[in-house]
């Protein structure tokens, strides 16, 4: 009984190879690129996938589409940051907004301030 199983798995998991396989091309090739200066062809370990990580290209709220153009439904939402989904306008606006003052000083503002008095303030905290 078990034997059928193994063969069951290893035909499912062959043909759902096959099919990803198929789909994916721009992914590949971009693996391939990629692994020539990232290990594992990706920013993280994390990301890497067998046979390779799938690429994403953009997202618009609740939803992501690889390089390849296949939508998916993004259950990870950047471990909990995307909340409200990806470029949701509100979100949009706020970072152009702070954008045009600059995008990173290596160096304490006054937002990094008032940010860390809201965080204490809301959380009950003496730092953060």
Same mark, same amino acid.
């Given at each position: 009984?078990?034997?059928?199983?193994?063969?069951?798995?290893?035909?499912?998991?062959?043909?759902?190879?096959?099919?990803?396989?198929?789909?994916?091309?721009?992914?590949?090739?971009?693996?391939?690129?990629? /692994?020539?200066?990232?290990?594992?062809?990706?920013?993280?370990?994390?990301?890497?996938?067998?046979?390779?990580?799938?690429?994403?290209?953009?997202?618009?709220? /609740?939803?992501?589409?690889?390089?390849?153009?296949?939508?998916?439904?993004?259950?990870?939402?950047?471990?909990?940051?995307?909340?409200?989904?990806?470029?949701?306008?509100?979100?949009?606006?706020?970072?152009?907004?702070?954008?045009?003052?600059?995008?990173?000083?290596?160096?304490?503002?006054?937002?990094?301030?008032?940010?860390?008095?809201?965080l204490c303030r809301r959380f009950n905290l003496d730092k953060v």
């Amino acid at each position: 009984m078990s034997d059928r199983f193994t063969a069951n798995a290893e035909r499912i998991a062959s043909e759902e190879m096959a099919r990803l396989l198929d789909a994916t091309p721009r992914s590949k090739a971009l693996f391939e690129r990629a /692994s020539k200066h990232l290990p594992y062809g990706v920013a993280s370990t994390f990301q890497a996938g067998d046979p390779y990580p799938i690429y994403l290209s953009r997202g618009k709220g /609740s939803h992501v589409w690889d390089v390849d153009d296949t939508e998916y439904v993004d259950f990870h939402g950047g471990f909990g940051c995307n909340v409200v989904g990806h470029a949701h306008p509100k979100v949009v606006e706020a970072v152009e907004r702070a954008a045009r003052s600059g995008t990173h000083f290596a160096a304490t503002t006054e937002v990094t301030v008032a940010f860390a008095e809201e965080l204490c303030r809301r959380f009950n905290l003496d730092k953060v």
